[in-house]
């Protein structure tokens, strides 16, 4: 099994930045694409960002130049740089890996717990 731990999320006020990082552990035979989405409440969960293995990226269309997702293979950990947030970014961050455990087996989905983000003052 793949385990995915988010870290970096809090209150932040409007304007300001927060940087969310997931690291991957357990049985990785290979990751391949990584990203973020995020739940609101009364919303549906939607993508926030994605990056390949390779580094090619794509981004939500309500990020508009805010945010910034990369990755550090060696440390099988994805990061989300979110700079000028606003309140409505709040909401619960959730990473998801793509990832194989085994060179026979198929890529499978994985989910972080979630952590929140709140944009208020």
């Known amino acids: 099994q793949v385990q995915l731990v988010e870290s970096g999320g809090g209150l932040v006020q409007p304007g300001g930045s927060l940087r969310l990082s997931c690291a991957a552990s357990g049985s990785i035979y290979s990751l391949n694409d990584m990203g973020w989405y995020r739940h609101a409440p009364g919303k549906e969960r939607e993508l926030v960002a994605v990056i390949t293995t390779g580094g090619s990226t794509n981004y939500g269309d309500f990020v508009q130049g805010r945010f910034t997702i990369s990755r550090d293979n060696a440390k099988n950990t994805v990061y989300l740089q979110m700079n000028s947030l606003k309140p409505d970014d709040t909401a619960v961050y959730y990473c998801?890996?793509?990832?194989?455990?085994?060179?026979?087996?198929?890529?499978?989905?994985?989910w972080g717990q979630g952590i929140q983000v709140t944009v208020s003052s």
């Open positions: 998801h890996a793509a990832a194989r455990v085994s060179y026979y087996r198929t890529p499978s989905d994985y």
